[in-house]
C-alpha cells in the first residue's frame, strides 16, 4: 500500500539468534525478510491498517485486554513480533485465535514488517500525568484518548522483595533490570505485561509447548528448576515496576 517509508529506526534481530532459528528448522528462509526489514523497508500506514485487525484482541493501541487473556504488543521489539507471527502463520506456534488471521495469503513477509514495525513504535504509559480540570486548555477529549493507552498492571500476588533477588540473578542478564527487554537483542519486556499472560507462557515453555530461547536449548530447564512459588514471587515483583 503505497511506497514504503522511513519512517523509524526498526532494531535488527542478532544474526546469532537468526541462525539458530534457521539451524534447527523454526526458521523458513523467506521468513528471514520478515524479521530484518531495514527502515527503509518500512511503512507505518501499512502497518496501522493492518493492525485494524489486530485490534479486535490486542487493541487499538495494541495495549492487550482482558486481564491479559490478549498480551500487550505495543512497544515490543519489530523483530520478536515479527518472528512470532512467523510462527503463528507456519503454525508452529499454536493458538487458535491466530488461526484465521494469520496465513501465507493474509499476512505476507512485507505486512508482517510493516505490522511489527507498527506495534513497536507505539508507547504505552502507565499512568495518567497530573492535570487541573479547572484549568482554561483542560481537554477532557484528549484526556480519555489518553486513558486508553494506558496499561497498569495490577500486583500480583507474592513477595516482590524475594522476586526482585531471583529476578536479578536468574533473568535480569536477557531481559534488564526493570524488566524492560532489549531491543537491540529483540528481547521482549517482561514489566508492564500481564501477570496472567506471562504464567501462561511460563507454563508453555516449561510443558515445552513454546521455545523460551531458541539459541538457549537449556532455558526450560531452568524455568522448570524454579518453585511455583518463586516463580510467583518474580510476577510479584515484575508486576510492581510499572507503578
Not at 59 to 88: C, D, H, S, T
Not at 147 to 159: C, F, H, N, T
Request: proline share 6%; net charge negative; charged share 30%.
Amino acid at each position: 500500500m503505497g511506497n514504503r517509508v522511513n519512517e523509524m529506526q526498526e532494531p535488527r534481530i542478532q544474526r546469532r539468534l537468526l541462525k539458530t532459528l534457521f539451524a534447527t528448522g523454526l526458521l523458513a528462509t523467506s521468513a528471514l525478510a520478515a524479521m530484518e526489514a531495514a527502515p527503509d523497508q518500512v511503512d507505518l500506514r501499512n502497518g496501522r491498517d493492518i493492525n485494524e485487525v489486530c485490534a479486535g484482541c490486542h487493541g487499538e493501541y495494541g495495549q492487550g485486554g482482558k486481564e491479559g487473556e490478549y498480551p500487550r504488543l505495543a512497544g515490543l521489539p519489530a523483530p520478536f513480533i515479527a518472528y512470532q507471527l512467523v510462527l503463528f502463520r507456519d503454525r508452529k506456534r499454536t493458538n487458535l485465535a491466530m488461526v484465521e488471521s494469520v496465513d501465507h495469503r493474509q499476512m505476507p513477509d512485507p505486512d508482517i514488517q510493516d505490522v511489527s514495525a507498527y506495534l513497536a513504535s507505539l508507547e504505552i504509559a502507565s499512568k495518567l500525568p497530573p492535570a487541573d480540570e479547572t484549568a482554561p486548555g483542560f481537554n477532557a477529549y484528549e484526556r480519555l484518548l489518553a486513558s486508553k493507552r494506558l496499561v497498569q498492571i495490577p500486583r500480583a500476588e507474592g513477595d516482590p522483595e524475594a522476586g526482585q533477588k531471583l529476578y536479578r540473578r536468574e533473568c535480569a542478564a536477557c531481559h534488564g533490570d526493570q524488566g524492560q527487554g532489549d531491543l537491540r537483542d529483540a528481547v521482549p519486556f517482561l514489566a508492564g505485561q500481564y501477570t496472567n499472560y506471562l504464567w501462561r507462557q511460563i507454563d508453555k515453555y516449561i510443558d515445552r509447548g513454546r521455545l523460551h530461547d531458541p539459541s538457549e536449548p537449556d532455558a526450560e530447564e531452568l524455568l522448570a528448576a524454579f518453585k511455583r512459588e518463586e516463580l510467583r514471587d518474580i510476577l510479584a515483583y515484575l508486576s510492581i515496576l510499572d507503578d
